[in-house]
């Protein structure tokens, strides 16, 4: 996974906001329901982002009239039925009722969740950097006390940490022959999917550095966890394949597995000159092996593998429950697997591993999230981003 970073100072990701901002959806006009504290904060958000506020819906809209030199409107005056431009609607109130009670009149009115309206996470953004600062720094551990120290500077960031204000867009190119474009990375041709925009393939390639930076707790490669010459690796939720990119010449073998259609063929691209080594797997790896899944030791039965990075979703798990018999066996392999994505992974994982016989350590640092799969996170708001094991 690749995670977008707003920044100096853009705290908060709005999904419309990003698409907007890249051109996706020009066919709605966006509005703010709440003119209120975090109304304000939320249209402040989406003027860094550059995106066009058209006005704030309020029920107090006759007595608040303007904010911020827009009009505030009653529901009503936004959802005219017969609008030419179907209204875009972040939600940022406070009180959860009331954003229960909007919820419910913007589904009468035929208003769909992700596709005509959205929660704003500005609010919850808050909560967590208001939990950070009323820690006693002084008493926590050193890892803690930087994320607290990067929270009275910045609002929000998921790796919260000072790395990440080093990086900048890069310079996006264009092949006319396949209709994509690309980002040169250490002098090779990264490619991106053929529906993304420039500034959407800028914004994507920073966060991958951001995400791949020494410090960075999405960090895959350190010291004795890099590829050797003549390993075969195996890269299990590759999206750009940009770990595989950077051994491609040391890899004697490189297993691509995406289930994305959208990234299979920038992958082909990408990998073109590579391909007498490549084998791109559109199939997710699971615990079971039924029409679009396949189990890892079915697959590899009988393979040399000696190197596996799995990034896929919180499936991590599945993937180990299919993997017993390479991990139980094979005395010489590397794994780099992601523990973010569900609560007690790093702890399930690693206990997992180390029933088989690895040695592991944590990334650096911790990131930050608001939501899993759907789930408020709870208190203290922090996963580690990686385990690494190795036998």
């Not at 609008?83 to 875009?88: D, M």
């Not at 009323?134 to 910045?154: A, M, T, V, Y």
């Not at 299919?322 to 094979?330: D, E, R, S, T, Y």
């Amino acid at each position: 996974m690749t995670f977008t970073i707003f920044i100096p100072n853009m705290a908060f990701g709005n999904k419309i906001a990003f698409n907007e901002a890249c051109g996706e959806n020009p066919i709605k006009d966006i509005y703010i329901w709440g003119a209120g504290h975090y109304g304000v904060l939320t249209a402040f958000d989406c003027e860094q982002k550059g995106i066009k506020i058209r006005a704030f819906i309020d029920i107090n809209a006759n007595k608040i009239k303007t904010r911020l030199g827009l009009p505030v409107l009653i529901p009503e005056q936004a959802l005219i039925n017969d609008a030419i431009i179907k209204p875009y609607i972040i939600v940022s109130v406070e009180n959860q009722d009331a954003a229960y009670k909007i919820t419910e009149f913007l589904q009468k009115n035929c208003l769909k969740e992700n596709e005509d309206y959205e929660y704003s996470e500005l609010i919850s953004w808050v909560k967590i950097r208001n939990y950070f600062l009323q820690l006693d720094s002084q008493n926590q551990p050193e890892e803690i006390k930087e994320i607290i120290d990067f929270l009275k500077k910045d609002l929000f960031s998921i790796f919260p940490y000072e790395f990440i204000h080093k990086y900048e867009l890069p310079n996006v190119l264009y092949d006319n022959d396949c209709k994509m474009h690309y980002i040169l990375h250490k002098s090779k041709k990264l490619y991106m999917p053929s529906e993304w925009n420039e500034s959407k393939c800028a914004n994507y390639y920073k966060g991958l550095c951001i995400e791949q930076d020494m410090d960075s707790p999405h960090r895959y490669e350190v010291e004795n966890y890099i590829v050797k010459e003549g390993d075969v690796i195996v890269d299990i939720g590759a999206a750009e394949g940009i770990w595989a990119l950077e051994n491609a010449e040391k890899a004697s073998k490189i297993y691509l597995f995406e289930c994305e259609e959208k990234w299979i063929k920038a992958l082909q691209k990408t990998f073109e000159p590579y391909n007498e080594k490549i084998e791109i797997i559109n199939k997710f790896i699971s615990n079971v092996t039924e029409e679009n899944e396949v189990a890892f030791d079915d697959f590899f039965n009988g393979h040399k593998i000696n190197f596996v990075k799995a990034d896929i979703e919180g499936t991590e798990r599945k993937f180990l429950q299919g993997a017993k018999n390479i991990l139980q066996n094979k005395n010489d392999i590397k794994l780099l697997l992601c523990t973010y994505h569900r609560e007690n992974d790093e702890i399930t994982l690693k206990e997992i591993l180390e029933k088989y016989g690895f040695a592991t350590e944590y990334s650096k640092g911790y990131m930050l999230f608001l939501y899993s799969y759907g789930k408020e996170l709870k208190e203290p708001y922090i996963r580690r981003g990686l385990i690494r094991a190795k036998k």
